[in-house]
């Protein structure tokens, strides 16, 4: 059992799922092999009912992996729309442009190499949609860059920020080398929930996802 959600529940809930269609799910399961983290179920369906409500053309995406969720979103985006995702780590940047040749998804998705601290100032068009899924000590970081970047109505999306349920807990209670990350979540989950231009919620699926709106 996870310490947020209850494995029963979500074995239920995997079980009464559509299928994927074949890459995806040759893709999901290449991860799950060689242990990439990809986003869970939960979210990936959370992923496609907002960007189905919300078709946007432009996604920033800060952390690519393997490309999965990269291509899970590329389902959504309007006529011409792109996704921009940045990934830092060689192997990854490898497969993921692997998989993005393999889903046909080339003309959408945009992978960018390098670290998303050195590459975000340097973007200058606004997104609609931003998925931030990258290390989670490095949030409250991008945040500002983040809020510059995102349209005016646009989405925050913010995987993982419960860490296992961590954060909820005393300081005290974590180990001391992971106490830096952990006040960063909480200062950054603080930062989500009193910003004056933003409408939060942070759900506790999977391992913690925030939605924020960009009123
Ligand atoms: C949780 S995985 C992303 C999973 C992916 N979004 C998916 O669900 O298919 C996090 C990825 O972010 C990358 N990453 C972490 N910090 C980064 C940074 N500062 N800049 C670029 N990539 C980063 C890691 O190398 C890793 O591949």
Not at 114 to 124: K, M, P, V
Not at 152 to 158: F, H, K, N, P, Q
Request: aromatic share 6%.
């Amino acid at each position: 059992m996870s310490e947020i959600t209850y494995q029963y529940i979500r074995d239920y809930l995997m079980a009464i799922e559509p299928d994927d269609n074949m890459i995806i799910r040759k893709i999901r399961n290449e991860a799950l092999n060689n242990n990439v983290p990809i986003i869970k179920s939960e979210v990936k369906n959370l992923l496609r009912f907002l960007l189905a409500t919300k078709r946007p053309s432009r996604i920033l995406e800060i952390g690519t992996a393997v490309g999965y969720s990269s291509i899970i979103m590329s389902d959504f985006i309007t006529t011409n729309g792109k996704i921009i995702t940045i990934e830092r780590s060689e192997d990854m940047i490898k497969n993921a442009k692997e998989n993005i040749k393999k889903a046909q998804k080339e003309h959408i998705i945009t992978l960018l190499e390098g670290d998303a601290g050195n590459i975000l100032s340097t973007l200058e068009d606004e997104f609609d949609v931003i998925f931030m899924d990258a290390a989670k000590g490095q949030y409250l970081t991008f945040l500002p860059e983040c809020l510059r970047l995102l349209k005016t109505g646009g989405l925050l999306i913010c995987d993982n920020v419960l860490q296992n349920g961590t954060v909820a807990k005393s300081r005290f209670s974590v180990p001391r080398r992971q106490r830096t990350i952990h006040n960063r979540m909480r200062e950054y989950l603080w930062q989500l929930n009193h910003n004056k231009n933003l409408q939060t919620s942070i759900l506790p699926i999977a391992d913690g996802v925030t939605l924020s709106y960009k009123k």
